[in-house]
């Protein structure tokens, strides 16, 4: 049996194990995209390790550290998920799906959504953050809108539109979330989505600050996908392989 732990990097060592483990994810991002990421000024923040971030998490598989992410401070109400990313030999273990949940774990109010046809699998993520006390939202649709109507458990939801399962109408809305997890037919390394065309993510977030999540295979990412005026980029990307931070 696999033992996998994740605890806040606070030591020597484990600060290191962190930081040697981002410098991956610099090495992996560059290679993938064949360009640098000196724009993102990583000389700086890897001489000054870890002055720019407010927490580290580190993933253990049998003892071995393997994946590590962490939470840069944008106010005193809000904070950033940085630099998730996983060893090659911790990949298959929902290592990265374990860090996001750890990772969001001080975020009040999550947007999921109710998975059709080849999209990742929800069911079990929502019913882990419902059982941690989380506020959970799934997408609802009034005519060319969208909004986020909260749920207590799956008798919440019924049958809606595009036969897609939706919060019920005496569920609370509140579109004024922490974190949106959105659904993924195909996606760029920039984080350009493509979904089933109708666009209500991409009205939804244009003016809305959360921090948004693709769950998608690997073989759904498309190296360039043409960026339209009306197209949001998502800000993370997991995949059953990796987990990377878009190159907006």
């Not at 750890?102 to 109010?109: L, Q």
């Not at 390394?189 to 769950?215: C, M, N, Q």
Request: aromatic residues 10%.
């Amino acid at each position: 049996m696999q033992n996998i732990q994740i605890i806040k990097a606070k030591t020597p060592e484990d600060i290191s194990m962190v930081r040697s483990i981002f410098l991956d994810y610099i090495n992996f991002i560059e290679g993938y995209l064949d360009h640098s990421l000196d724009f993102q000024n990583t000389t700086e923040e890897f001489s000054n390790f870890p002055s720019v971030y407010k927490t580290l998490l580190l993933a253990k598989l049998n003892n071995n550290p393997v994946a590590a992410c962490a939470l840069k401070q944008l106010s005193d109400n809000a904070c950033e998920l940085k630099r998730l990313y996983c060893r090659p030999f911790g990949r298959g273990h929902k290592i990265g799906e374990s860090l996001v949940i750890r990772a969001i774990k001080d975020a009040k109010k999550i947007g999921l959504y109710y998975p059709i046809g080849s999209e990742i699998l929800t069911q079990d993520i929502i019913q882990e953050l419902i059982s941690k006390g989380k506020e959970v939202f799934l997408p609802k649709v009034m005519g060319e809108n969208m909004e986020f109507r909260k749920i207590k458990d799956f008798s919440s939801l019924e049958s809606g539109n595009f036969d897609i399962m939706e919060p019920k109408e005496d569920c609370e809305v509140d579109n004024y979330l922490d974190i949106i997890v959105v659904p993924t037919v195909g996606i760029s390394p920039a984080g350009v989505r493509l979904g089933y065309g109708h666009g209500f993510y991409d009205k939804f977030l244009e003016k809305k600050d959360a921090v948004t999540i693709s769950l998608t295979l690997e073989k759904q990412i498309i190296k360039n996908i043409p960026k339209s005026e009306q197209d949001i980029s998502i800000d993370w990307i997991i995949t059953e392989d990796r987990m990377f931070q878009s190159e907006k």
